[in-house]
């Protein structure tokens, strides 16, 4: 990818440690990376390489971090609405429709009421929840339930979408269907992408570049370019090699850890709907 000299994300020298039981752990070390306006990079790598701790540093929920992460040349000092994100878990609010669930991506918009519920409306549209406005989580599916999660990263009209493992708790099928639907409206809003997924196909399928983490501490083992036009084959011979070499990468040193479904730390709209 060109367009590098201005990206739109640029992670220079991003380390973090964690306190933890009175020592320090290592959770990302010297990462570097830069992202252009409109890309879709994919980020793999063992459990606790630190994909999840990125995602959060980026969005802004956790500024205590070394190095600087600039988005459109500005340090990330906390949330801002040109930054999106959707969860493993969907977080919806159990007492909340899915209207409501969606306007929650709006609470930091200025916007008058009639705005908001055009907005909201135009976003159950597009992830195709018409029917199902003023459901309630529990009355939905997991893959419905996570279109809402992905209506409301994306309702404030973000400019960048961050998605840590979205379909990580979908059938196969859903989810290739949700990697389909992923891509038509990122096609349709342009919307630079940065996905956390530890599915070789799904990073391959999707993205630009895939980022392969090594853990203990995180940092970048390899940055692998995906050539292949779209739509992707997934039986095709490109794919299988590309998917091959990927696997080597992650589980070549012996030390892979498939994730686990991410814990919810804090069921709060300031985290959920920045
Ligand atoms: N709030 C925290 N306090 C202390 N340690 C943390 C905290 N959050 C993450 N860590 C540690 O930082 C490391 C990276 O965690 P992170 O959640 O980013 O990993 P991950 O790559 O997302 O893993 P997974 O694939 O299992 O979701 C881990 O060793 C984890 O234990
Ligand atoms: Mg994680």
């Given at each position: 990818?060109?367009?590098?000299t201005h990206?739109?994300?640029?992670?220079n020298h991003?380390?973090?440690?964690?306190?933890?039981?009175?020592?320090s752990?290592?959770?990302?070390?010297?990462?570097?990376l830069?992202?252009a306006?409109?890309?879709?990079v994919?980020?793999?790598?063992s459990?606790?390489?630190?994909?999840s701790?990125l995602l959060?540093l980026l969005i802004?929920l956790?500024?205590?971090?070394?190095g600087e992460i600039?988005?459109d040349g500005k340090?990330?000092?906390g949330i801002?609405s040109?930054r999106?994100?959707?969860f493993q878990e969907?977080?919806?609010?159990?007492w909340l429709t899915?209207?409501e669930?969606i306007g929650l991506?709006?609470?930091n918009e200025p916007?008058s009421n009639e705005?908001r519920q055009?907005?909201v409306?135009d976003?159950i549209d597009l992830?195709?929840?018409?029917?199902?406005?003023r459901?309630y989580?529990?009355?939905?599916s997991?893959?419905?339930?996570?279109?809402?999660a992905?209506?409301?990263?994306?309702?404030?009209?973000?400019r960048?979408?961050?998605?840590?493992?979205?379909?990580?708790?979908?059938?196969?099928l859903?989810r290739?269907q949700?990697q389909d639907?992923?891509l038509?409206i990122?096609?349709?809003?342009h919307?630079?992408?940065?996905?956390?997924?530890?599915?070789?196909?799904?990073a391959?399928?999707?993205?630009?570049?895939?980022?392969?983490m090594e853990p203990?501490?995180?940092r970048?083992k390899r940055v692998?370019?995906?050539?292949?036009?779209?739509?992707?084959?997934?039986?095709?011979?490109?794919?299988?090699?590309?998917?091959?070499?990927?696997?080597?990468?992650?589980?070549s040193?012996g030390h892979?850890?498939?994730?686990q479904p991410?814990q919810i730390r804090?069921?709060?709209?300031?985290?959920?709907a920045c």
């Open positions: 990818m060109n367009a590098l990206p739109i994300v640029s992670f991003v380390g973090k440690l964690f306190e933890v039981d009175g020592g752990l290592e959770a990302i070390r010297e990462f570097n830069q992202i306006e409109g890309e879709f994919a980020i793999v790598g459990s606790g390489c630190g994909k701790t959060r802004g956790d500024t205590d971090f070394r600039q988005v340090a990330v000092t801002g040109e999106g994100i959707v969907h977080r919806l609010f159990p899915v209207e669930n991506g709006l609470v916007l705005q055009r907005r409306h976003f992830v195709g929840l018409k029917d199902f406005t459901a989580p529990h009355q939905l997991g893959g419905m339930a996570q279109r809402v992905i209506a409301r990263g994306l309702v404030a009209s973000p960048i979408l961050l998605l840590d493992e979205p379909f990580g708790a979908l059938d196969a859903t290739q949700m639907e992923l038509a990122r096609e349709r809003a919307i630079t992408t940065v996905l956390v997924t530890h599915d070789v196909e799904e391959i399928f999707l993205a630009d570049r895939v980022v392969v203990r501490p995180g970048i692998v370019d995906i050539d292949l036009p779209h739509p992707r084959q997934r039986s095709s011979f490109d794919f299988h090699q590309l998917r091959e070499e990927l696997l080597h990468e992650l589980t040193d892979y850890v498939a994730p991410e804090d069921l709060h709209p300031a985290f959920i």
